[in-house]
């Protein structure tokens, strides 16, 4: 079983960076695929940004691309996402996941609590 838990959100203005961190324990994560994937109030889960379990492959979301850039640290059983130019529709709870598939974002099976990224216009 993995143990995912997410930090680094906040309110921030729009323009700015937030950085956040996934810890993952229990088990190790750096022979699966982590994703981020975003709730805003009144949405579905929707996915953000995936990373393979070697780093060499990336994926995001259209509406973050050029903003957003994946990454991790398998050393440090951790996977970040640096978040620039912030918008306020970034607004939502942000979610780590681990998965089995870097691009079936049906695939991931373990979910971190989540940590609430403001973003004020």
């Known amino acids: 079983q993995v143990e995912l838990v997410e930090s680094g959100g906040g309110l921030v203005e729009a323009g700015g960076s937030l950085r956040l961190s996934c810890a993952a324990s229990r088990r190790s994560i750096t022979n699966r695929p982590m994703g981020w994937f975003r709730q805003a109030p009144g949405k579905e889960r929707e996915f953000v940004a995936a990373?393979?379990?070697?780093?060499?492959?990336?994926y995001y979301a259209e509406s973050v691309k050029g903003r957003f850039t994946i990454s991790r640290d398998n050393a440090k059983n951790t996977a970040d996402l640096q978040m620039n130019s912030l918008k306020p529709e970034d607004t939502a709870v942000y979610y780590c996941?681990?998965?089995?598939?870097?691009?079936?974002?049906?695939?991931?099976?373990?979910w971190g609590q989540g940590t609430q990224v403001t973003v004020s216009s």
């Open positions: 996941a681990a998965g089995r598939i870097t691009s079936n974002y049906r695939s991931y099976d373990y």
């Open positions: 990373i393979s379990w070697s780093g060499g492959s990336t």
